[in-house]
């Protein structure tokens, strides 16, 4: 009968006789342990699975990641082409409107039904680049359900109350004020 493969190892000098001795023992304890009905645990398939359990996190949380630019890409190109589409030409040689668009006061020129429609909350004001374009009403809700960090001006005209106890109310101010 032949050698076992340890002690073919221990005669070519492949392996000490102190290194095989500790082989043995961990294997002689390994199967002590199995006996008893002791569960061995493998700390390497442990590590592996930990490891692997990570690298599908991380490429989950990546692809998470990706799928989240690529919906905001897609949003900000249906915007882009909502307000193209649906922009109202505006007149440059027209009336100035003045709207206050991130605590600073802008201005566009527009027509002067174009003002009165802004006004009324007919017409909205949407930025697109670095302009400011003119669209309905209807658009401009729209975009704003679409995507909320997109600026959107509609205004909501406010009906008119009067209390009681105004020291001005007898004064009206006028509509057509232009400042």
Not at 53 to 60: F, I, V
Not at 87 to 92: I, K, N, P
Not at 103 to 119: E, H, P, T, W
């Amino acid at each position: 009968m032949g050698k076992s493969l340890q002690d073919q190892f221990l005669k070519l000098g492949l392996v000490d006789k102190k290194k095989a001795n500790t082989i043995k023992k961990q294997k002689h304890r390994k199967k002590k342990k199995q006996r008893a009905g002791e569960q061995f645990v493998d700390e390497n398939a442990l590590l592996a699975k930990a490891a692997l359990e990570k690298k599908q996190a991380r490429a989950r949380e990546l692809n998470r990641q990706r799928e989240e630019k690529l919906k905001k890409r897609e949003t900000a190109a249906a915007v882009r082409q909502m307000i193209t589409a649906n922009m109202l030409e505006r007149d440059e040689s027209g009336i100035q409107y003045r709207f206050n668009a991130g605590g600073k006061i802008q201005r566009i020129f527009v027509s002067a039904d174009m003002a009165d429609r802004l006004s009324s909350g007919q017409l909205a004001i949407v930025m697109l680049g670095d302009k400011y374009e003119v669209v309905p009403r209807n658009i401009g809700e729209k975009i704003l359900k679409l995507d909320k960090t997109v600026f959107v001006l509609i205004n909501i005209p406010e009906q008119e109350q009067k209390s009681d106890d105004d020291p001005y109310a007898e004064y009206e101010v006028p509509d057509d004020l232009m400042w």
